[in-house]
């Protein structure tokens, strides 16, 4: 049981109706293994500049999550700087400086090549590919997130990839862009023809939905009075969902569900304070409290 | 045990993009009352005009729906005319004839005097008020549903019915306005101290949710292939609801979160066909079967 992901470790600047910070810890990586170090162990690749103090490695100090896949080099972190609507349903991206990430090319260290369990975030497909090559068995779970990006920049990149992955897990937008279909179950039965055998719809505040085989099962967001800030709570969810699953000797029915609770259980944490700062904080007892909540708030006997 | 609902009987031009129907029945009352009547007896209270034929009104016959307080004008049957965008997000309404509705003033025949349960469809505050105060004992459970032309210009006369409603039945953008607050939780809370004692939002194709006390509880949308017209899906949740409410002794926690699927149920079929096509040929054993699929669509243990 050890998860490996891929993905950006950055520094962001994010305006909400809630706040502004100019300069924190993110970055879709980041996000994904503090909320899986809570079910697993976490084996992370990704790159930082020489801006990246031992401050702020110190997120994953007392976790389970190895950085000794986190490569250092000469330059800036990734930055990426955005400002949400009054109602968060939108948000802009004022800036994005790829620094470092311009010339990342992952490498896996020998004791990730074993992982069992790989979690490929929003990159570029071509790297998402050379991750899963370095990987010496087939793992037994591949999840790959995507965006409107990839999609239309390198789309047969993507669909090689995608032969190689067992979840999909995108937003509603993206689901419709990659399959050409705005019915969601006929997207999903197109996404299964490119590889993919389950389909995770990310759904913001409306929740998410997974499909599988013949069926759909869907979980409701979870009711917050304040959401401070939606940064991260996509790659936050992942990381609840493949941190379960990657905990779990085998993956059946009754755990794709329990997965999907995690995953809504930790975004729902991560919206709450600005970045990480409600993540940092977060105990074992809060997050069954929560998915208990989960269970009272969909429960029903007919 | 029996329902009254006050509310439009119409006939209804409809454009989507899955066909056009330059006439057919509709109206708020008529789909409540066809989806209610699966579990109860109702009382229907509307107005229609004298090109409302005997073939228009077989849609009652061999079904629990009382049409003694279906009022027969001269005149023109209130008429509206919409069409859908390419996903049925949204609709612009292209004509609203009132007709005969203009001058309607709701009577109660005497049988109706005593239904415990009412529901008050989209109709002028006033004119819901009116029918209140023609039930002598007050009801069990009285629901009431209304939109942003009576949020906007019959504020007062809203609240003035609110204060004698139980439950709230309105969308999400209904919510917002109604309470002046974007988040849904104080937005109810906010309702609360207007005379609801719960709030049911109807979300579309993202299900809905149920705000009481302290509670939520939430229902995605049955996932369809084909959604081929949503005129009357509210409406037709609306009479799920309430039907059910009607037919049980009393409403609990258990009995509000059936109700919620119930109605939920009743929308899905309905949006299957046009108009009231797919109700028209309804059989129990498909409510049954299609509730029993909400429950596995939902369900998981921890």
Known sequence: MSLLVVGSVAFDAVETPHGKVDRMLGGAATYFSVAASFFTH??????VGNDFTEKDASIFKGRKVDTLGLERADGKTFFWAGKYSENMNERTTLATELNVFAEFKPRLPGPYQSSE???LANIDPTLQRSVLRQVKKRPKVVALDTMNY???RTPKELRETLLHTDILMINDSETRQLSNEHNLLRAARHIFTLGPKALVIKRGEYGAMLVYKNRTFQVPAFPLEQVHDPTGAGDTFAGGFMGYLSSVPRVGDAELRRAMIYGSVMGSFAVEKFGLERLRTLKRPEIKA???????????EL
């Open 117 to 119: 369990h790989v979690f």
């Open 290 to 300: 929560r998915a208990k909540h989960f269970h009272k708030m969909t429960r029903f």
């Open 150 to 152: 990839w999609i239309e």
């Open 42 to 47: 976490v084996n992370l690749v990704g790159i």
